[in-house]
């Protein structure tokens, strides 16, 4: 599930649709949770599929460690790709803002932690990195663990509507690694290398 303070808006003919915050929400926040509505597609489903949908499930999901495809039912689908993302998936099935997203501003994901099947040209942001590649989580982890580790504290100083859908013991684990007593997992974990 997409926080709630956001919305769809057109971005632009190149880019298509996107999320947009529709007020400011802090660094630490959870911006996204996996729930009971996302839905989950095996390869071999997705194989049995009409064309039709096996394009729009390419289009708009992401794989998982399992290498299954996750469709998020709400506005999460349309969370658009950017090499200055300002949205960090964890190993804990939820992502937080890595910085302060300000009211009308976009929130983006790095694909490059999605487990993509094929290489794709982003747009250019000014960045070293220029394509996006399915093993971009195994030459970046550390880079997007920093980020992490930097904002995983902010997640209990924050407001967080999202915090329904963490169970409790994921919540105390939260807690356990804000404390020192437990490490962090690494985003590598996530990794599908199928």
């Not at 790095?110 to 290489?119: C, K």
Request: proline share 4%; with cysteine; net charge negative.
């Amino acid at each position: 599930m997409i926080h709630p303070k956001t919305e769809l808006k057109f971005i632009s003919e190149q880019i298509g649709y996107g999320v947009v915050a529709t007020e400011m929400i802090p660094a630490g926040t959870i911006t996204w949770a996996l729930d009971d509505l996302d839905r989950e597609f095996s390869p071999a489903k997705i194989s049995k599929m009409n064309p039709l949908y096996q394009d729009i499930l390419e289009t708009y999901c992401y794989r998982n460690r399992k290498g299954n495809y996750v469709l998020c039912w709400d506005y999460g689908r349309f969370v658009n790709h950017s090499f200055k993302s300002n949205c960090l998936s964890t190993a804990y099935e939820f992502e937080i803002a890595i910085r302060d997203i300000q009211a009308g501003e976009e929130l983006t994901n790095d694909y490059g932690y999605l487990n993509i099947s094929e290489p794709f040209k982003g747009i250019d942001e000014g960045t070293r990195r220029k394509t996006v590649y399915p093993d971009d989580l195994l030459n970046h982890y550390e880079v997007w663990d920093k980020k992490l580790i930097k904002n995983f504290p902010k997640i209990t100083e924050v407001e967080q509507p999202l915090k329904s859908l963490i169970n409790e013991k994921l919540w105390n684990d939260i807690q356990a690694i804000i404390k020192g007593k437990k490490t962090m997992k690494s985003i590598k974990e996530i990794y599908f290398a199928g």
